[in-house]
T-cell receptor, first 114, second 114 residues
Framework: AQSVTQLDSQVPVFEEAPVELRCNYS??????LFWYVQYPNQGLQLLLK??????LVKGINGFEAEFNKSQTSFHLRKPSVHISDTAEYFC????????????FGSGTRLSIRP | ETGVTQSPTHLIKTRGQQVTLRCSSQ?????VSWYQQALGQGPQFIFQ???????GRGNFPPRFSGLQFPNYSSELNVNALELDDSALYLC?????????????FGQGTRLTVV
């Protein structure tokens, strides 16, 4: 079985400041790792994904994440945030056999202060 | 736009009633998964359909059932609605094969049970 833990339920940051959203996962088998973003009253949009290979993955909107197998972490980072980044962010895992059987974390609400 | 459409966008039902939610998958995608997202929580996997057969189920009671049609569109049916069934219901579609490593989500159906 897999599980995902997002360590912060809310992260407030000032505009143009860097941000890191933390994610740890647990799995007895290899998994794909994802970060999704959800804007108010909308569905989920994929930010980035790690399948294999290079541990640093870059996604849309200037986000990146680093896979750390020894620490079972997949933290999301952005060097400079904008007001438009205000949203809920979900870390997730899925078995390689089916990328749509996804286990999500509980989410981190990113709020940007001007 | 992901190409995954859900209907209706909102609906209100009374406890004990039955509801049917619909999802049209992205063109060429033969796998559909359904998720329940309660307020303030991450999405929870309900079940997946592949080529009209159920292909995995999460921890949801039998009163949650589904169908997939030959055109790969799908329905989620919930019987004997309870107040706790109030949530955003998300549909995700995915193609098959090693290159299909991403699920595409619809905008969701917001169900309120009163």
């Amino acid at each position: 079985a897999q599980s995902v833990t997002q360590l912060d339920s809310q992260v407030p940051v000032f505009e143009e400041a860097p941000v890191e959203l933390r994610c740890n996962y647990s799995s007895s088998v290899s998994v794909y790792l994802f970060w999704y973003v959800q804007y108010p009253n909308q569905g989920l949009q994929l930010l980035l994904k790690y399948l294999s290979g290079s541990t640093l993955v870059k996604g849309i909107n200037g986000f990146e994440a680093e896979f750390n197998k020894s620490q079972t972490s997949f933290h999301l980072r952005k060097p400079s945030v904008h007001i438009s980044d205000t949203a809920e962010y979900f870390c997730a895992v899925s078995p390689p056999s089916s990328a749509s059987k996804i286990i999500f974390g509980s989410g981190t609400r990113l709020s940007i202060r001007p | 736009e992901t190409g995954v459409t859900q209907s209706p966008t909102h609906l209100i039902k009374t406890r004990g009633q039955q509801v049917t939610l619909r999802c049209s998958s992205q063109s060429g995608h033969n796998t559909v998964s359904w998720y329940q997202q309660a307020l303030g929580q991450g999405p929870q996997f309900i079940f997946q359909y592949y080529r009209e057969e159920e292909n995995g189920r999460g921890n949801f009671p039998p009163r949650f059932s589904g169908l997939q049609f030959p055109n790969y569109s799908s329905e989620l049916n919930v019987n004997a609605l309870e107040l706790d069934d109030s949530a955003l219901y998300l549909c995700a579609s995915q193609g098959q094969g090693a290159r299909n490593t991403e699920a595409f989500f619809g905008q969701g159906t917001r169900l309120t049970v009163v």
